[in-house]
C-alpha cells in the first residue's frame, strides 16, 4: 500500500469559543486538511462540548471537511443531525449501539464511517467490524478532556492497526487523537497513523500556520 499523506485536523475543542468562526478560519488559513469536531454528550464521558448546531456553524466558516467524532451514547441515532454537514463520522465501539448498523448508516449517508477505540480498550475488540469502517481513531488520551498529555503506550495500538491493515490488504486511516505536538506526531506517524488531531497545539499557538506546518513535516 503506498505512504499515505499526513492529514492535520485542528480540533475545535481546543478553540476561542467566543470567536469560533474566527478561529476555524485561522486554521484554515494555516493550512489544516481537516477540522475535527469533538461531540460529547456527558454520558458516554463526563463532559460536555457541543451539538449538531455548532458543526453546522463550524461548516459556514471553512470549506474543509468536517471531521466528527461522537463521544456519545446512542450515536445511531444522531447519525442524520451531523450528517448533513460533515464529512466523517466516528463513533465508539465501547458506546451502547449496534456498532455494525450505524457505521453502515454512516457510509448511507455519504460520509466516511471512523470506529474510535478508547485507551482501556484492546484493539481486538474492533475485529468484527473490519471492512466496515474507513478511519479506525486510536484515542492516545482518555476520551473527554483536551489538553491531556499523550500516552505512548497506545502507539502499539497504532503498530499492530497498520500491521492488521498491511497483512489483510485493507484501506482506511489510522488517526490518532490527544495530545498531539510536534514532538509527538513523529512517532504517530512512524507507528503507522496519518491523520493527527491537533488541538490545543494548534489553536494555543500564536502562530498556527507555522504550527500545522511543523505537525505535517513530522510525515
Known sequence: MPPRKTIVAPSILACDFSRLGTEIARATGGGADWIHCDVMD????????????????????????LDVHLMI?????YVPRFSRVASSITCHVEAPHDVS????????AGCLA???????????????????????????????????PFLPEML??????????????????????????????APSVEAGASVLVAGTSVFKAGDAAAEIAAIRAVG
Not at 456527558?42 to 471537511?65: C, K, M, Q, W, Y
Open 114 to 148: 471512523g470506529l474510535a477505540i478508547s485507551p482501556p480498550t484492546p484493539l481486538e475488540k474492533i475485529r468484527p467490524h473490519w471492512g466496515q469502517f474507513d478511519l479506525l481513531l486510536v484515542m492516545t488520551v482518555n476520551p473527554g478532556y483536551g489538553g491531556q
Open 156 to 185: 502499539e495500538k497504532v503498530r499492530l492497526a497498520a500491521e492488521w491493515r498491511e497483512r489483510e490488504n485493507q484501506d482506511f486511516h489510522i488517526e490518532v487523537d490527544g495530545g498531539i505536538t510536534v514532538d509527538t506526531a
Open 101 to 108: 448498523r450505524t457505521l453502515q448508516a454512516i457510509r448511507d
Open 42 to 65: 456527558g454520558h458516554f464521558v463526563d463532559n460536555i462540548s457541543f451539538g449538531p448546531a455548532i458543526v453546522e456553524a463550524a461548516s459556514r466558516s471553512t470549506h474543509l471537511p
Open 73 to 77: 451514547d446512542r450515536p445511531d441515532l
